[in-house]
């Protein structure tokens, strides 16, 4: 399961957003990716170790509330990639 977090502050290196992340997610960190660290347009994957398919909607929840480096975070919860529809019935 994978989150995406956006608005990550220019003002933070990639080692203070794993730093943070790592923090935050703990035991549900598998991994943790930053881009265009130092840039406006700077935002990270983070993949989630858990099977759980709520797990991320819960963290993604969670991290809306947080600030890094007093920026609030956007992320986003990546939808259900291996799950089958609901059947109708």
């Given at each position: 399961m ?5 608005n990550v ?11 943070f992340f ?7 960190a ?5 881009y ?9 994957d983070?993949?989630l ?14 991290l ?11 992320v986003s919860?990546t ?11």
């Open positions: 994978h989150l995406t977090v956006w502050p220019e003002t933070c290196s990639e080692q203070d957003v794993r730093s790592e923090r935050e997610l703990g035991k549900y598998k991994g943790i990716t930053v265009d660290a130092g840039t406006s347009n700077a935002h990270a983070l993949e170790d858990s099977e759980v398919p709520y797990v991320a909607d819960a963290v993604a929840r969670e809306q509330s947080r600030r890094l480096a007093g920026v609030a975070l956007r919860a939808p259900f990639e291996d799950e089958e529809p609901p059947q109708r019935r």
